[in-house]
T-cell receptor, first 112, second 110 residues
């Protein structure tokens, strides 16, 4: 069964450093999402992406964040200058149309 | 902004018991999702509902659009069902974001 993959599974970085989280969505899917979950809290929406552009973004998704689909298969989330409060599990998700979203296994980001 | 409330927050059951987890939301939606999250964090989609009822094995999900309420039932619960169950809702067109509840931690003891 096709699945969404994410790399790395765990990333440790120092405050102020740039990180790129990578996702490979399911190949025929059209809609792509990033969500995050701070430890002990609920999952929160960050950004949605369709037709090579951002469809919607949350208040969390400020100028420090960017997304890209550079080659038609990967979908990346970049955080330019990480803060301690960016420590969280980041989930990528994708879907084909009006169907359920498929989630990747997540990348645990730890900012020290 | 949709508010998603789940109850209970924590649930402990004995193996074989019938489990019900409830979800209510404040604003009309296109679809409601039930998700499962195991320790270690991965999220698995269980159901997507826009009306009525769906069944998959021992899991049953129902939704009442008028009352803005959904329930997830697990029949003949098993220790492997132990996980966090999350309700999430979305609205407006195909490209909808999900708004999540806080989740219900289910522990099934043998």
């Amino acid at each position: 069964e096709p699945e969404v993959t994410q790399t790395p599974s765990h990333q440790v970085t120092q405050m102020g450093q740039e990180v790129i989280l990578r996702c490979v969505p399911i190949s025929n899917h059209l809609y792509f999402y990033w969500y995050r979950q701070i430890l002990g809290q609920k999952v929160e929406f960050l950004v949605s992406f369709y037709n090579n552009e951002i469809s919607e973004k949350s208040e969390i998704f400020d100028d420090q964040f960017s997304v890209e689909r550079p080659d038609g298969s990967n979908f990346t989330l970049k955080i330019r200058s990480t803060k301690l409060e960016d420590s969280a599990m980041y989930f990528c998700a994708s879907k084909y149309g009006y169907y359920e979203q498929y989630f990747g296994p997540g990348t645990r980001l730890t900012v020290t | 902004k949709n508010e998603v409330e789940q109850s209970p927050q924590n649930l402990t059951a004995q193996e074989g018991e019938f489990i019900t987890i409830n979800c209510s939301y404040s604003v009309g939606i296109s679809a409601l999702h039930w998700l499962q999250q195991h320790p270690g964090g991965g999220i698995v989609s269980l159901f997507m509902l826009s009306s009525g009822k769906k069944k998959h094995g021992r899991l049953i999900a129902t939704i009442n659009i008028q009352e803005k309420h959904s329930s997830l039932h697990i029949t003949a619960s098993h220790p492997r069902d132990s996980a966090v169950y999350i309700c999430a809702v979305g609205g407006g067109g195909s490209n909808y974001k999900l708004t999540f509840g806080k989740g219900t931690l289910l522990t099934v003891n043998p």
